[in-house]
């Protein structure tokens, strides 16, 4: 290793592989990444009812769009290893806080997966973005399959889920390995009961994989996830819970003719991968499944190095 990274490495505690993935980026960005007059870096959008979406809009105007969609109960913040990576790489990158999550409106209705969906559309309508490669991970993951299978043409070139909650979580007779309804009852007893708490158990413990043994714990990333689910409102929170792990994402999956990816680990305890990833990348016309030993459900923030560059050939492919 370089000494001067090793140096770095020292003085922040910072891993071999997190090094390595700051290596990896250009020393600076694209020229053609500077503002240019009239761009909008952030800012928020009304949608019909009054919902006010907080997004952020980076890079090039003229470059392919990567839009992230979060999980629950996070912000667009929780894609910041990806953002950066992909603005370094000369991409117009953006994400936006789903309605209820983050620093959107705290709504008391619309927080379900047919209006989620319809705010990403008029999100991207009131941006005008064409073309898009649409990346979503968990809950988010469920929102751009049903945004995808409904977007006008042109609006969409390829799809990403990460960890995906597609096709659906419950378990039910014609999904007998889902989860049963007391797993999703215990996630809503617990937002009632102590949000604050549940949001620091699970990232201390099944989401980023810490209660593995050997698990490398970063509190940082814990300290970020709570922060994050802080933001949101508690019933937006409560309402999505239902809309994650009760809708049916089948119809729409088969729908989707762009090319797709699905990325997932199969130590994944959030959303279970036999039940998830593979039946997903079946159901979908042009989809390529990449599984990941070992890692967890929030990989692509504690493996940026593994999951970022994936992504990249994805793109380019």
């Known amino acids: 290793m370089d000494e001067r990274l090793e140096i770095t490495r020292r003085a922040f ?7 390595a993935a700051v ?4 020393v600076s960005f694209p020229a053609s990444a500077s503002p240019q007059p009239g761009d909008r870096m952030m800012g928020t959008f009304k949608v019909a009812d009054g919902t006010e979406l907080f997004y952020k809009d980076w890079g090039p105007r003229d470059a392919q769009v990567i839009w992230f969609h979060h999980g629950w109960p996070l912000s667009a913040d929780d894609w910041d290893s990806q ?40 999100l991207v309508e009131h941006i005008d973005v064409k073309g898009a490669i649409h990346v979503g991970h968990s809950t988010g993951g469920g929102e751009v399959a049903h945004y995808v299978a409904r977007a006008k043409p ?11 909650v597609p096709p659906v979580m419950l378990k039910s007779e014609k999904n007998p390995g889902g989860l049963p309804i007391e797993v999703f009852d215990g996630i809503r007893a617990g ?10 158990d699970f ?7 810490y209660n593995r043994p050997g698990a ?42 762009v090319p797709s990816l699905v990325m997932h680990g199969d130590d994944d305890q959030i959303v279970p991968y036999a039940d998830s990833a593979p039946l997903s990348a079946k159901l979908l016309k042009n989809a390529t499944l990449k599984t990941y030993k070992g890692l967890p459900h929030g990989m692509a923030t504690t493996h940026p190095e593994v999951i970022n560059p994936d992504l990249l050939a994805f793109i380019k492919g």
């Open 13 to 19: 505690g910072m891993g071999a592989a997190a090094v």
């Open 23 to 26: 290596a990896a980026l250009p």
């Open 83 to 122: 953002m950066i990576f992909f603005l370094h790489q000369g991409y117009r990158v953006i994400a936006h806080d789903r309605r209820g999550h983050g620093r959107s409106t705290q709504t008391y209705t619309g927080n379900e997966m047919d209006t989620y969906a319809a705010d990403v559309a008029a």
């Open 154 to 164: 042109g609006r969409v070139s390829k799809m990403v889920l990460i960890g995906a």
């Open 191 to 200: 937002v009632l009961a102590n949000r604050a708490q549940l949001y620091i």
């Open 203 to 209: 990232p201390t413990g099944p989401f980023y994989g």
């Open 216 to 257: 490398k714990i970063s509190q940082g990333i814990i300290d970020n996830w709570y922060r994050q689910g802080m933001m949101g409102g508690i019933k937006a929170h409560y309402d999505c819970i239902k809309a994650f792990s009760e809708t049916d994402f089948t119809d729409d999956l088969k729908k989707i003719e």
